[in-house]
């Protein structure tokens, strides 16, 4: 099953896809969706014939989850990219947060912050939430996760790493598209531990390439780790990490300056595709 937030009239609806039709499931955002008892029956239940639909052409699509209780994201998650970084393979999940302004559409444009000169992209798989669990492990753990969408962790790295903490550069306004589909572990190969292509581009110019296969900590661990700490929620979102080929771990540095198409693929979830607004003040300003 695949699901999507639209934008309609000013506003959002919840939809399930359905080939190239988008069939309204009353609810105004898949996090409205996910929240109710029995979710999966309910999406699945609505029908065409009664149901209002909208077309897949020419759709726009908002954020998927426009208000999660939590977004949290892990660095240093897959091992090619971590070894070729010269470290060692870390034993716990590295963990850090995104609150929900930071959240904008697939499609969106993205204003750069006048702020950084390194301004840096990261494609993530994303796991999105299905029910609440705390302290989850093995199947309870596995059936926490509602699906997979995409999330594209763009970065200022100037302020990233101003500190030993990274928050402060993860968290710009509307700098984090998310999206377009949310789309269930059986619809994928591998389920909740799919093995997936994933690839970034600037430009048409690919900048990372890699397969979710090669992740240290998968979804499933995740899951288990993060509700060790912390309720997860219907509509959390987790960022599983990206691999390598991020602009600042390249030599020389690139990043970021305004005017570049930025997309995000994975393969069964579709793209993000934004543009980037704005220009890159000089280093050092």
Not at 89 to 107: E, I, Q, Y
């Amino acid at each position: 099953m695949k699901l999507a937030t639209l934008r309609v009239d000013g506003a959002t609806r919840a939809v399930r896809v359905d080939g190239d039709i988008l069939i309204d499931l009353g609810r105004p955002d898949v996090g409205a969706v996910l929240a109710q008892h029995h979710w999966r029956q309910h999406a699945a239940a609505a029908d065409i014939t009664t149901a209002k639909t909208y077309p897949t052409q020419g759709a726009e699509f908002a954020t998927l989850v426009p208000h999660p209780s939590k977004v949290v994201c892990v660095g240093l998650n897959y091992r090619r990219h971590i070894q070729e970084m010269g470290r060692v393979l870390p034993t716990h999940p590295t963990l850090f947060a995104k609150f929900a302004d930071t959240l904008t559409g697939p499609s969106d444009d993205i204003i750069r912050p006048t702020e950084s000169a390194e301004f840096d992209w990261e494609v993530e798989l994303a796991v999105v939430i299905g029910t609440s669990v705390h302290r989850a492990r093995g199947a309870d753990a596995e059936a926490a996760i509602a699906g997979f969408t995409i999330l594209n962790d763009l970065t200022c790295r100037d302020w990233q790493f101003r500190t030993r903490e990274w928050l402060q550069g993860k968290i710009w306004q509307a700098t984090t598209p998310v999206g377009p589909y949310l789309v269930t572990p059986d619809d994928l190969p591998g389920g909740a531990r799919p093995a997936l292509n994933l690839r970034l581009l600037v430009d048409g110019e690919i900048m990372q390439s890699d397969t979710t296969a090669d992740l240290l900590f998968d979804p499933v661990a995740l899951v288990e780790y993060i509700s060790t700490t912390v309720r997860l929620n219907p509509g959390d979102i987790i960022a599983t990490g990206t691999p390598g080929g991020v602009g600042h771990a390249r030599n020389p540095q690139r990043f970021l300056c305004g005017g570049e198409r930025v997309v995000a693929e994975i393969d069964g979830l579709g793209r993000l595709d934004n543009r980037i607004i704005g220009t890159a003040p000089e280093a050092g300003t």
